[in-house]
């Protein structure tokens, strides 16, 4: 454990926890594109730098941008109201999942020390991952490109006005 | 003991940043707060693939990072019908608040 996985692990949590616990939406977008920023470094860290990278446009380029987006239409921004901004029964959530947490991380605490542990970086270049999309992982590729144009379909359909069915 | 084997502490953490996705996605009020995290839920999910992959066996079959790359894939669709969904709530019943959603209540 180096000193940089601290303070990445510092620094996405504190993300996470904020975008949680925050009560205006605006900073809650802010504080969830931190922890992604903070997941992006993890992946470089660990080697993967395409998906390091892949994290950095999807996520803290294009999700973050899509929230903030969601949350201006939804008035989300106003400043809310007395009204909690957790639900009724927030506390049976929180024992949930502090159940679920509990659980994993009592098997990682049991099996830690019989954990594989291959030391030697692996070399993967870019040109290697993208044979293997267009060989092994063509399919997959193929389904994924179909899904990403339904739910592009999907997201304008749904979000779209709705004037001739009422006129109708 | 966490310090001789790293894949532990990111086990550790993405174990950490599940439960916190799934307690806002299950006490927080407002419909883009939970998708933010089941957002976060993913994003654990994903950092468990890598971790396995990195350190296991054989990096070289690519498994966990293919895994990976599709999750993000997913996920990102994910989010834009889920949030499309609730914009479309929204102009409906003029709200985001999921206490006040009950429609379908039987």
């Known amino acids: 454990m180096s000193f940089v996985f601290y303070v990445v692990a510092a620094l996405t949590l504190a993300g996470a926890l904020s975008a949680v616990l925050l009560k205006n939406l605006v900073h809650c977008a802010l504080a969830v594109s931190i922890a992604f920023a903070g997941l992006a470094l993890f992946f470089l860290q660990l080697d993967a730098e395409f998906v390091g990278f892949a994290q950095f446009l999807v996520y803290v380029g294009a999700v973050a941008i899509l929230v903030v987006f969601a949350i201006l239409l939804t008035r989300g921004s106003e400043t809310p109201k007395k009204t909690e901004i957790f639900s009724r029964t927030w506390l049976t959530g929180l024992a949930v999942a502090g159940a679920i947490f509990a659980v994993p991380a009592w098997a990682v605490l049991q099996a830690a020390p019989w954990m594989i542990h291959t030391t030697e970086k692996p070399a993967v270049t870019v040109q290697e991952i993208g044979n293997a999309l267009m060989g092994r992982y063509v399919l997959p590729l193929e389904i994924v490109a179909l899904l990403l144009t339904a739910a592009l379909i999907g997201a304008v359909i749904v979000a779209m006005h709705e004037k001739e069915g009422r006129n109708s | ?106």
């Open chain 2, 1 to 106: 003991m966490i310090s001789a084997t790293p894949l532990a502490g990111y086990l550790l953490i993405a174990a950490l940043l599940f439960a916190i996705g799934l307690a806002g996605a299950l006490t927080r009020r407002n419909a883009i707060l939970v998708l933010i995290g089941i957002e976060l839920m993913l994003n654990a999910a994903n950092l468990n693939l890598i971790a396995f992959w990195r350190f296991g066996e054989h990096p070289e079959a690519l498994t966990g990072l293919m895994f990976a790359i599709f999750s993000i894939a997913v996920a990102a669709a994910e989010a834009a019908v889920g949030l499309g969904l609730v914009i479309s709530i929204h102009r409906h019943l003029r709200t985001a608040d999921l206490d006040q959603i009950n429609r379908m209540k039987g």
